[in-house]
């Protein structure tokens, strides 16, 4: 080691006072103002080269996380020159000649341990954090509300959901779209080929509508069983009944008959059925 006290010329260059310590010409040196210059070195568990400061599982300085094939062994799938870095292994460093590490698409190089990067352009990768309220996993991206307990979870898998709790909550929406909701409302919308507005719902083709005020006009309706209730009027399967009369009819074929004690009054375009007892049977209604 060597004393240069009197190097003004080096204090006129630098802007420090003149070497007090020095080795090796630049590569180390301490000048008497205490500025301290060395091109690498080690501090406790820290290494330090010309492009990065680091312990080998975090760091700073420049590093280039490669990416090579698509079996990439780098956990966010593209290659990054980052700045800051952390893993939870030690990395293997390539250096180049100015001291820049590359570390290697290969499980040798520890790179699937890779936790967070920063770019050298500020982008941030990381396997899980938080940024506000939301936490980020490295399949899922999610938030709950600490008073209600509500949230919303939305998964890599392209599926999403939301509200209670539980591990799905009060709504569900698959990665194929198929849905699930515990209740709707909408004032406007479309669900497959229905059309929803604030009058009503009705099919695209308007063979069908269902109006807010309790309409509804069919141009076809088929049903094939339980029991359909218009006012006072019932009908079931197989007969029709409103307190005074109860017909029997297969209203497919056409043929029918009513019975009751007390039949009423049941009129058809070639029949009409009067009285208190007895059976009628004729042509459809």
Same mark, same amino acid.
């Given at each position: 080691?060597?004393?240069?006290?009197?190097?003004?010329?080096?204090?006129?260059?630098?802007?420090?006072?003149?070497?007090?310590?020095?080795?090796?010409?630049?590569?180390?040196?301490?000048?008497?103002?205490?500025?301290?210059?060395?091109?690498?070195?080690?501090?406790?568990?820290?290494?330090?080269?010309?492009?990065?400061?680091?312990?080998?599982?975090?760091?700073?300085?420049?590093?280039?996380?490669?990416?090579?094939?698509?079996?990439?062994?780098?956990?966010?799938?593209?290659?990054?020159?980052?700045?800051?870095?952390?893993?939870?292994?030690?990395?293997?460093?390539?250096?180049?000649?100015?001291?820049?590490?590359?570390?290697?698409?290969?499980?040798?190089?520890?790179?699937?341990?890779?936790?967070?990067?920063?770019?050298?352009?500020?982008?941030?990768?990381?396997?899980?954090?938080?940024?506000?309220?939301?936490?980020?996993?490295?399949?899922?991206?999610?938030?709950?509300?600490?008073?209600?307990?509500?949230?919303?979870?939305?998964?890599?898998?392209?599926?999403?959901?939301?509200?209670?709790?539980?591990?799905?909550? *009060?709504?569900? @929406? &698959?990665? /194929? $779209?198929?849905? !699930? #909701?515990?209740? +709707?409302?909408?004032?406007? %919308?479309? =669900?497959?080929?229905?059309?929803?507005?604030?009058?009503?719902?009705?099919?695209?083709?308007? *063979?069908?509508? @269902? &109006?807010? /005020? $309790?309409?509804? !006009? #069919?141009?076809? +309706?088929?049903?094939?069983? %339980?029991? =359909?209730?218009?006012?006072?009027?019932?009908?079931?399967?197989?007969?029709?009944?409103?307190?005074?009369?109860?017909?029997?009819? /297969?209203?497919?074929?056409?043929?029918?008959?009513?019975?009751?004690?007390?039949?009423?009054?049941?009129?058809?375009?070639?029949?009409?059925?009067?009285?208190?007892?007895?059976?009628?049977?004729?042509?459809?209604?």
């Amino acid at each position: 080691m060597n004393s240069d006290p009197n190097n003004e010329s080096y204090s006129s260059i630098t802007g420090h006072n003149s070497k007090a310590f020095f080795a090796n010409g630049e590569n180390f040196y301490v000048t008497h103002d205490g500025y301290l210059r060395s091109t690498s070195g080690k501090i406790a568990n820290w290494t330090i080269n010309k492009a990065r400061l680091s312990d080998g599982n975090v760091g700073m300085g420049q590093v280039v996380f490669q990416k090579e094939n698509n079996n990439s062994k780098n956990p966010f799938g593209e290659e990054i020159t980052a700045r800051f870095w952390g893993a939870s292994s030690a990395l293997t460093f390539n250096d180049d000649n100015d001291g820049v590490g590359t570390v290697a698409d290969n499980s040798n190089s520890g790179i699937e341990n890779l936790n967070f990067a920063v770019s050298n352009t500020g982008k941030l990768y990381s396997k899980a954090g938080k940024i506000g309220g939301w936490n980020i996993e490295q399949n899922k991206l999610w938030s709950i509300n600490k008073d209600s307990g509500n949230g919303i979870r939305i998964n890599a898998d392209g599926s999403m959901s939301g509200g209670g709790s539980g591990n799905e909550g *009060s709504w569900v @929406i &698959n990665a /194929n $779209g198929k849905s !699930s #909701f515990y209740g +709707i409302n909408a004032h406007t %919308g479309k =669900i497959g080929n229905c059309i929803i507005d604030e009058d009503g719902i009705h099919a695209k083709n308007e *063979s069908w509508t @269902i &109006n807010q /005020n $309790g309409s509804a !006009s #069919f141009d076809n +309706i088929s049903v094939t069983g %339980g029991i =359909i209730t218009l006012g006072h009027t019932t009908i079931t399967g197989s007969s029709l009944s409103n307190g005074g009369y109860k017909t029997e009819a /297969n209203f497919e074929s056409g043929p029918f008959k009513a019975t009751g004690a007390n039949a009423g009054s049941l009129q058809g375009n070639n029949i009409a059925v009067n009285g208190s007892t007895g059976q009628q049977e004729g042509n459809s209604m």
